[in-house]
């Protein structure tokens, strides 16, 4: 049509009566409150999933007319009531959960947790994957426990992709800017109204910052925004595109997030005694806290002690080239002029992110570096982290070294379908929210009747069938696809009769994850799902990243298995996984299946998430499945020995596969179901839940990290801090003291007992230490007892030997008594190590002399 167009919008006016919408909708507490979302779904349905359920915009876009009825209909008022007295009473309680017994952190604590992508609901995208889930959960149970939490993390234009996957099983990446005005965030004002604003310099030009927020129930997300006009073209698309962009977009979003990330804190007056960096991305932090300390008459090493002090770092990547790294000229270039503020040269910065044989700067390395505190997301992939790092403590042994563990978990409340809680309070006892981490309490999920179990899960089954349908359907209909073939496809998914065995796999398509495991040899799977007595319905989802041409492949794989005419209707694959989809998922499938190989999977937090939810877990030993299985809560997987080469790798744990699948999970759904359903499958999917929900919640998770983390941190800042860092200014001096003497540091046994005693009696040690301008004090000269052949560092047993007097020649005698408290043959060592009282960990310095 000829002439200008010219957009007005225009918003409805909403009710006094319903005021308190708004309120709702600008603050992500709804995220994990299924009431609150089912509210506005419950004023218009359509255009609540027309607006990708955000309450924000749903607000802007209802019809006025519906408004008023609702502010006149009693029975939605009553509902709106109830949400707010939850909402209400919520937010009224302040006061920290403290562990038990214990006051982990102090009134005047504040943590600071930084990550690249945050997801916490769909209607605020700027999150890709697990990553951003779980940094979600992380902030929503920082929420619950009402620690002194706030958020760093960049404001994209453009998160992930949505998704479609075209008749040949081509994905598709769709890419749309989000409108802030549609998200439940909100510009940081200062007093005099003006945005808050902070400004980074990059080589030949300062870029601005503008400072977002998003409120997550008790906790602050700070968002840091680019798109400035006080910016240039290139600069306003810094944070324009999750993980988009080259390899210099990495990096400027990177010390977007990190450096501008401590400076918005600065500008918000607020001061964090505990810094947590989740996953490298955010390791720039540590170098403008340098530079803060540096610029207040810090000594550069010094400053460092400082930083590091309470810095916790988590490190996410199972494998060494998946740590983010950047070459050397560039960090050159973007970081030269900060190095007279941090008085220091361009090689003593390059030399905090250096790995060996590596030209390139590592940020992984960088902050561990500048960090006390670090650790992997479960038992295996700390220990995996431990290897990976140990260049990094060159002379500790890896399973010794400082890395250590925090098992994920989710954050139950977002995803237990609420068709639980009614049963759980009747049989678990009203409060069972408040007793999550109570192994005793989920002992209770047996006192279920299996038949109200069984409807439960029926029911769960029959909406996640339903969105699959509709995804199913709309997916078909863009292809071009006839409604009889539309039939065969969704023979299996009867949302009315939910009875076929139904497994899910869903996921980020990464090539380690083998999504297309399943398929190595399609008669043995055709034996399994083509019998029509016992059928089996396999539903994959999921994205590969746009440059990953390999995950790619394995959509259209898995596509080309779906449209074999023997495996129609048994095997989809739903395009645009997102949020919502993944809920149904995990709460609706019967079994969760994940087979990646070992050890890749670092953590793994989907199948937590079906498992609390009665679905059972089909999973290879890796993660967190190598700690919640106990040979009655799912089927296991074993990896076979890390020598095997890939394809039979490949195909041993594919047969494995196939007869758990053949053998135990098909027959025990469909045993002994006169009653409409196999009593011992429910069985199994109740110790799933009573097993799996007590250790595997992101309540457990947090409540660990302030034990293990978050207080030490907090208490190390207090021992550092007083009298302008004397304490970090001292052990700077001494660690560069010890460094430049260890190299002569030398343990010589001199007294040693007979090599076959009785038991009983005692037994003297006596060991000379050569201390090379050290001082006794410096250094713990120890005893290593442990069985013959043992290679466990940690099954070890430890006796420090005490100082006794010079022998000359710089050496000192060390000496102890020992009574032997085991018979047979012992094995003994002799170390030595530096010491020093303000030490985070006793080995941080990766010092060590055997004798």
């Not at 706030?150 to 989000?178: K, S």
């Not at 990896?639 to 394809?647: G, H, N």
Request: hydrophobic share 40%; glycine share 6%.
């Amino acid at each position: 049509m000829p002439g200008t167009r010219y957009l007005l919008e225009v918003n409805p006016d909403i009710p006094p009566r319903l005021a308190r919408l708004e309120e709702l909708a600008n603050n992500l507490w709804y995220s994990w409150d299924r009431p609150s979302r089912a509210l506005f779904a419950r004023l218009h349905p359509a255009l609540w999933r027309a607006v990708h359920h955000s309450p924000k915009a749903f607000l802007k876009r209802i019809d006025q007319k519906r408004l008023k009825e609702a502010s006149e209909d009693p029975i939605f008022l009553g509902t709106l009531n109830k949400v707010m007295s939850a909402y209400d009473t919520y937010h009224q309680m302040h006061d920290q959960i403290t562990l038990p017994g214990k006051q982990p952190l102090v009134h005047t604590d504040q943590i600071a947790y930084f990550c690249a992508e945050f997801g916490f609901h769909e209607s605020l995208p700027i999150y890709s994957g697990g990553l951003g889930i779980l940094a979600g959960d992380h902030c929503k149970a920082a929420s619950d426990l009402r620690l002194p939490f706030v958020a760093v993390g960049l404001l994209y234009r453009q998160g992930y992709f949505t998704q479609t996957i075209d008749r040949d099983g081509n994905q598709t990446a769709h890419y749309g800017d989000n409108d802030f005005d549609d998200m439940p965030i909100s510009p940081v004002l200062r007093e005099d109204g003006q945005d808050v604003r902070v400004s980074l310099r990059m080589p030949g030009r300062d870029v601005w910052i503008k400072v977002w927020k998003a409120q997550v129930g008790h906790a602050t997300l700070y968002l840091l925004d680019t798109n400035l006009t006080e910016n240039n073209e290139h600069d306003r698309h810094i944070v324009h595109r999750l993980y988009g962009g080259d390899l210099s977009v990495r990096i400027e979003q990177e010390i977007v997030l990190g450096m501008g990330g401590v400076r918005a804190l600065a500008a918000l007056g607020i001061k964090p005694s505990v810094w947590h960096i989740n996953e490298g991305h955010a390791a720039f932090m540590i170098l403008e806290r340098i530079r803060e300390r540096v610029k207040s008459g810090m000594e550069f090493r010094a400053a460092i002690e400082v930083v590091a002090c309470n810095t916790v770092f988590t490190t996410h990547t199972p494998v060494p080239a998946g740590h983010d790294h950047f070459p050397a000229d560039m960090v050159h270039r973007y970081f030269e002029g900060a190095c007279a503020d941090m008085a220091c040269d361009i090689d003593n910065l390059l030399s905090l992110g250096r790995t060996d044989g590596q030209p390139d700067f590592n940020m992984t390395a960088l902050a561990i570096r500048g960090s006390r505190f670090t650790n992997g997301v479960s038992r295996i992939h700390g220990e995996v982290s431990s290897r990976i790092c140990a260049e990094l403590w060159p002379q500790i042994e890896p399973e010794e070294n400082p890395m250590g563990y925090v098992t994920n978990g989710v954050h139950v409340s977002t995803f237990l379908a609420t068709d639980w809680s009614e049963t759980f309070d009747r049989h678990l006892g009203l409060g069972w929210m408040h007793r999550l981490t109570d192994h005793g309490c989920w002992q209770g999920i047996h006192r279920i009747p299996d038949q109200v179990f069984w409807s439960i899960r029926q029911s769960l089954k029959a909406q996640m069938l339903h969105l699959v349908r509709a995804r199913v359907r709309e997916q078909h209909t863009r292809n071009h696809g006839s409604e009889a073939h539309l039939d065969r496809l969704l023979h299996f998914t009867d949302p009315s009769s939910p009875t076929v065995l139904t497994i899910g796999f869903a996921r980020r398509f990464a090539t380690y994850k083998r999504a297309a495991l399943l398929f190595r040899n399609l008669d043995w799977l055709r034996q399994i799902l083509c019998n029509n007595e016992r059928p089996v319905l396999f539903i994959f989802a999921g994205k590969a990243h746009p440059a990953d041409d390999p995950g790619q492949a394995l959509i259209r794989e898995i596509s080309a298995v779906a449209d074999r005419p023997e495996f129609e209707g048994r095997i989809l694959m739903v395009e645009g996984y997102d949020l919502h989809l993944s809920r149904r998922l995990v709460s609706g499938v019967d079994v969760w299946l994940n087979n990646p190989i070992f050890p890749l999977e670092a953590s793994g937090t989907s199948g937590m998430k079906a498992a609390i939810n009665g679905a059972i877990n089909l999973s290879v030993l890796d993660g967190w499945w190598g700690e919640a299985y106990d040979g009655s809560n799912g089927w296991a997987i074993k990896p076979v020995a890390d020598a095997t080469l890939p394809e039979q790798r490949d195909a041993e744990e594919a047969r494995t596969l196939y007869e758990l699948l053949q053998d135990a999970v098909v027959p025990l759904y469909y045993r002994n179901t006169s009653l409409g359903y196999s009593p011992d499958w429910v069985a199994m999917a109740k110790r799933s839940i009573a097993t799996i929900m007590p250790r595997f919640n992101m309540e457990r998770m947090l409540r660990e990290y302030v034990e293990k983390y978050y207080a030490p941190a907090s208490e190390q800042w207090r021992k550092f801090s007083p009298n302008d860092f004397a304490g970090a200014r001292a052990l700077a001096t001494w660690k560069a003291r010890v460094r430049a003497a260890w190299g002569g540091v030398a343990p010589r046994l001199v007294n040693a007992p007979v090599p076959r005693t009785r038991y009983g009696e005692k037994l003297r040690f006596e060991v000379a230490l050569r201390l090379n301008g050290l001082a006794p004090e410096d250094v713990t000269v120890e005893l290593v007892f442990s069985r013959p052949n043992e290679t466990n560092l940690i099954r070890a047993k430890r006796f420090p030997l005490h100082p006794q007097n010079p022998l000359g020649k710089d050496e000192y005698l060390f000496a102890r008594d020992l009574t032997p408290d085991q018979c047979g043959k012992i094995e003994y060592r002799v170390r030595a190590f530096p010491t020093h009282s303000l030490l985070t960990h006793p080995f941080e310095m990766g010092m060590m002399a055997w004798l």
